[in-house]
T-cell receptor, first 113, second 112 residues
Framework: GESVGLHLPTLSVQEGDNSIINCAYS??????FIWYKQESGKGPQFIID?????DKRQGQRVTVLLNKTVKHLSLQIAATQPGDSAVYFC????????????FGAGTILRVKS | ETGVTQTPRHLVMGMTNKKSLKCEQH?????MYWYKQSAKKPLELMFV???????ENNSVPSRFSPECPNSSHLFLHLHTLQPEDSALYLC???????????FGEGSRLTVL
């Protein structure tokens, strides 16, 4: 995997359990948020996004929750599978910064079989 | 397959070499980006091109020189790099400046 793994928080979960990955964002003016997944040796891949006029959005096995009061974003993965093992990044964007995505440092998710 | 292809996947170069990274997107997008991913930092935006015009240079040293001949191709020309430039360089594209980015698989660069 990437050497970034040595410096990132790690979440270890048992296969079949639910996972919750958290992200604190910095800009209260951010109005668009994305979660990306990066597997070893690959580029980041889009998982799910949410706009600031929503506080919850669901996808297939994933749910994103947004709490604007405390500037907190979370990604919930239901029935975690070995293929979910990866680094997960949140990203935020705001019109103030030209809608360009600003990425967080990432969290490693390790799924134990 | 994300529709964004980067070559080479791995590159080793000396500090006096000149090399280039290539990115091609098959998605019909208008914006293309270079990001740097290194061990101790979050993804760092380097350059943004929108409709072939550079719209952002995020204080990148001049030893990195981007080129965007058309909306589908993006290059990053490298010369007189430093060992601390060793990183994964990711290309991305998006339909417009705002919104979802589609990433390539990256070019792993090692500077000796």
């Amino acid at each position: 995997g990437e050497s970034v793994g040595l410096h990132l928080p790690t979440l270890s979960v048992q296969e079949g359990d639910n996972s919750i990955i958290n992200c604190a964002y910095s800009n209260s003016a951010s109005d668009y948020f994305i979660w990306y997944k990066q597997e070893s040796g690959k580029g980041p891949q889009f998982i799910i996004d949410i706009r600031s006029n929503m506080d919850k959005r669901q996808g297939q096995r994933v749910t994103v929750l947004l709490n604007k009061t405390v500037k907190h974003l979370s990604l919930q993965i239901a029935a975690t599978q070995p293929g979910d093992s990866a680094v997960y990044f949140c990203a935020e964007a705001s019109m103030e910064y030209g809608n360009k995505l600003v990425f967080g440092a990432g969290t490693i998710l390790r799924v134990k079989s | 397959e994300t529709g964004v292809t980067q070559t080479p996947r791995h590159l080793v170069m000396g500090m006096t070499n000149k090399k280039s990274l290539k990115c091609e997107q098959h998605l019909g997008h208008n914006a293309m980006y270079w990001y740097k991913q290194s061990a101790k930092k979050p993804l760092e935006l380097m350059f943004v091109y929108n409709f072939k015009e550079q719209t952002e240079n995020n204080s990148v040293p001049s030893r990195f020189s981007p080129e965007c001949p058309n909306s589908s191709h993006l290059f990053l020309h490298l010369h007189t790099l430093q060992p601390e430039d060793s990183a994964l360089y990711l290309c991305a594209s998006s339909q417009d400046i705002a919104g979802e980015l589609f990433f390539g698989e990256g070019s792993r660069l090692t500077v000796l």
